[in-house]
């Protein structure tokens, strides 16, 4: 499957109905394909009818327990995610205590900050070293908090369990900082189910599951998903759809040291600057920065 065969797939999960029960509806979205599935259960077992347990890429996935359990693969937690929880927490002001998430919020800023001048040429790759250690340390650092509220002990419990998935993005060249296309390859389903509200059958999930995929993926690939399915019906033998499911080219790594002895980085002015511009929503990812 072209999922399995990608190097960076990004899922996510919504709730569902098949026949009145309680389901979910699993999207798996790479840069050039999505597929679909229906499963009356929410688990990682749901998880890997889709997607390998023994997949190696990287998955850029939001903070639910169970991604983790992909123990071969490299993993990349949502910074959009984390970063409303931080602006909630900022905006809420929980008796007083909002430190933690305030330095949470300008460590992930400066972490896509950095991303967007590696992208655009602008930083060196000796010093985006550099910059990748400066921000491990203050992430370490502020794990290394007690927090002064309820909601602040839960928030560094999370990051504790995804510290080893927030800089993924920066350490491996197309990886994405957050899980943008899981997101939106859910919002068409997430129209549909306000409609009707999911399917009446399982074979109609096994159906409406198929169907989205072909549409999602031609839909990426900018091809005319009427000419497939009329391509499809017509044949009189089973065939693949007209699409390119072909792999794309494996990610490149970033070959980043972790020095004891790193000099102080000479982005963080630039990176505080463009930090200062972020206008982060809790209900949009649209910024300054691409959120991808």
Same mark, same amino acid.
């Given at each position: 499957m072209v999922v399995n065969a990608s190097p960076t797939v990004a899922p996510d999960e919504t709730g569902w109905k098949v026949g009145g029960w309680p389901a979910w509806l699993w999207v798996f979205a790479t840069a050039s394909a999505t597929a679909y599935s229906v499963d009356h259960k929410r688990s990682y077992d749901a998880a890997t009818k889709v997607l390998s347990a023994d997949y190696a890429g990287v998955i850029t996935r939001d903070g639910w327990a169970p991604y983790r359990k992909f123990a071969h693969a490299?993993? #990349?937690?949502?910074?959009?995610?984390?970063?409303?929880?931080?602006?909630?927490?900022i905006e809420t002001k929980a008796r007083g205590y909002s430190t933690v998430p305030t330095i949470l919020k300008e460590i992930l800023t400066d972490a896509l900050a950095l991303r967007d001048a590696r992208d655009d040429g602008e930083i060196a790759l000796a010093d985006l070293e550099v910059a990748v250690v400066d921000l491990e340390a203050r992430f370490e650092a502020l794990l290394a908090r007690r927090g002064h509220t309820e909601q602040n002990r839960r928030l560094l419990k999370h990051l504790r369990n995804e510290s080893g998935a927030l800089f993924s993005f920066l350490r491996h060249d197309g990886v994405d900082a957050t899980n943008y296309r899981a997101e #939106?390859?859910?919002?068409?389903?997430?129209?549909?189910?306000?409609?009707?509200?999911?399917?009446?059958?399982?074979?109609?999930?096994?159906?409406?599951?198929? /169907?989205?995929?072909?549409?999602?993926?031609?839909? #990426?690939?900018?091809?005319?998903?009427?000419?497939? /399915?009329?391509?499809?019906?017509?044949?009189?033998?089973?065939?693949?759809?007209?699409?390119?499911?072909?792999?794309?080219?494996?990610?490149?790594?970033?070959? /980043?040291?972790?020095?004891?002895? #790193?000099?102080?980085?000479?982005?963080?002015? /630039?990176?505080k600057r463009w930090s200062n511009q972020v206008a982060f929503s809790k209900n949009s990812f649209t910024h300054p920065f691409r959120m991808s």
């Open positions: 490299t993993h #990349q937690t949502c910074l959009a995610h984390l970063v409303r929880r931080a602006t909630g927490l #939106q390859g859910v919002r068409p389903a997430v129209v549909n189910r306000k409609v009707w509200g999911g399917n009446r059958t399982d074979a109609g999930a096994r159906t409406h599951e198929r /169907l989205m995929s072909l549409l999602r993926t031609a839909a #990426q690939q900018k091809a005319d998903a009427l000419e497939i /399915l009329v391509e499809l019906i017509r044949s009189p033998v089973p065939m693949v759809a007209a699409l390119n499911l072909a792999p794309r080219a494996p990610y490149l790594r970033i070959n /980043l040291g972790r020095g004891a002895n #790193q000099s102080p980085s000479p982005w963080r002015p /630039l990176a």
